[in-house]
């Protein structure tokens, strides 16, 4: 009952992951810091968002 | 498929006419804007974030959307909506490397953005791929559309795809980007509101939430699919090939998309859009195609419903049950807004690249920009015809969920591959990027006749429909092995500043054409005045106001009318030339007149970089 859910956010964690490593270890540090903490956040708050929804989804439907 | 079964009333027909002859003149009336193969591409680099997201949101949703995702709703629940919902994955690439990649280096096209990055070769294959993928997906949405509206008007297929056809192509030959991105904002709020009526009206008819909840199964009400099967719904095999493949097809290798948020002023304000759309936008979009086919179920295990209701007509038939005259014709016409959003962003891109990548490159390349204006809009006008010739074709297959499916995943693993390492990995060479294509596109070929060799990939989805789903993931992998192993024999490209997410900062520059100011501030206020310079594109602001922007003369300045609504419509953008001591910030006559702004109004006034 729990796989796609696991596998949703443990692979598609994983790759996720990997789209900030790539910006952190690739772009260039002054950058960074000057484009500022907002954009980091963005894609954070669309993953978040995504896990409650769909962890308080599954506990409604299982009835859990 | 083709049975005539006429439903509706006249008042509906006359919602829907109505509503084709709207759609038409408002998206014309945007021709105005256009004067540049700039402004009919990329709609002049000037809107607003939450405009795009808006019209994003009904490029996302096709005609066929309301037909697919009712289909899925119906036989699998509110797992369904995972198609949706799953954009994040991929969004840090988007937002950190893709899009400020695309913008900054001024790339009118995917292709030429091989070229850049690659060479000549790659771009010609990759104009190849994509105006497959691209013209593939115009007949495909005139189909599903062509299906739907046979059923209600009771008339033959293919005159009512020429009509939509017809009507997209005359405001899109007008007001290219401009007019693709108004009328999908209005088309965006259209299908929402008439998909969140539909769903108001079935509960209403269901007798309530209790009704509607009571009637769905343990399985229908999960948010996600079962693991690995039915293989024909799969969770690993959507992951896969839609929140892997397709959702990094439609934001990394859609034509139409990318010029979207080339439209936008800013990078940042291309951030915001696409966040706006995954978190917020697409959610709506998903409750608003999917419920019919959720409605439909509840209705059969209410018994409202024949148990053997057919699940390709779910939707239509859901409409027909709970809609009153006039709000069927309503929600039939959402369904055609559906259409023309997306048609029309393809229609366009299709435009782009047979400009940028056929004309200019293998016919003539020395036009003045008017020339290429009108070869542009004579291409639209070429590519809705070719779109309304291929429905004959793709209606020989039996299901359009299943064509579109094996159509997108056939083409876009080698692309997506190519795409990726391109922007995110500097040593990924020019040959290895051919290869992938080739080579890459062969494996997958070789997979359709003998999906046996997915096997291995298939996370065990019965080989039952020869593993359709599981494609993405085996061709994924092999394309991604054939990039690694090409790019480590051959010799990588030098001179890709700006192309490659690590030197995005250098493209910046390239952008620009000088050191990029990167110092924080907001937007200000102030009025708008004319420059008694005599020269063009010439922007003065003064020394104040100046210091509060913590701009310099040669920063790149916006400015728009003070009305957020209008989303940058009225807008002009430039290079501060000069500092003055006045309050004001003063533009050349062709940029006030280009942004169509107002003398003696105030103006909001930004730093860009």
Redesign the interface.
Known sequence: ?W???L??HI??GI??II??L??FS???K??IR???RS?VF??L???V??FL??LF??L???GE | MNNVTQLGTQLDYIVIIFYFLAIMLFGSYFGRFTTTTKDFFFGGQRFSWWLIAASCVATVVGSYSFIKYSTAGFNFGLSSSTGYLNDWIILPFFIFGWLPIIYYSRTGSIPEYFERRFNKNVRLMATIIILLYLIGYVGINLLTLGVALTKILGVPLMPTVIIIAVISGIYLHFGGQTAVIFTDLLQAFILVLAGFLLFGLGIYHLGGFNQFFGGLSLIHKMPLPQYNSPHQFSFVGLFWQDAIANTTAFYFMNQGVMMRFLSLKSVHEGRKAVTFVVIVLMPIAMIAIANGGWLGRAMVANGILPPDTSPNDIFVTVANLVAKPGIFGFIMAALTAALMSTVDTLINAISAIGVNDIYKVYIKNDAPDKHYLKVAQWIAIIASLIGVLLVPIFNSFNSIYVAHAMFTAAITPPMVTVIILGAFWKRFTPTAALATLGVGSLFVLYSLFEPSIITPFSHGVSPEGGFKYMRALFSLVTCGAVAIIATYFTQEKKDIDGLVIDSIHKGMEIFKGSKVNLAPSKPIKCKLALSKENKEAHIELGTALADKLKINIGDMIYIRDKRWWYGGLKSAQGKLNALNNTEEVLLSKDLIDYGRLNINEEVVVEKIL
């Open positions: 009952m796989k796609p859910f596998y949703q692979v598609g790759i996720f789209g900030y790539l910006y690739k772009t260039d002054t950058l000057a484009q500022g954009i963005y894609p708050v669309a993953f968002f995504y929804i769909n989804w599954m409604w439907a299982t």
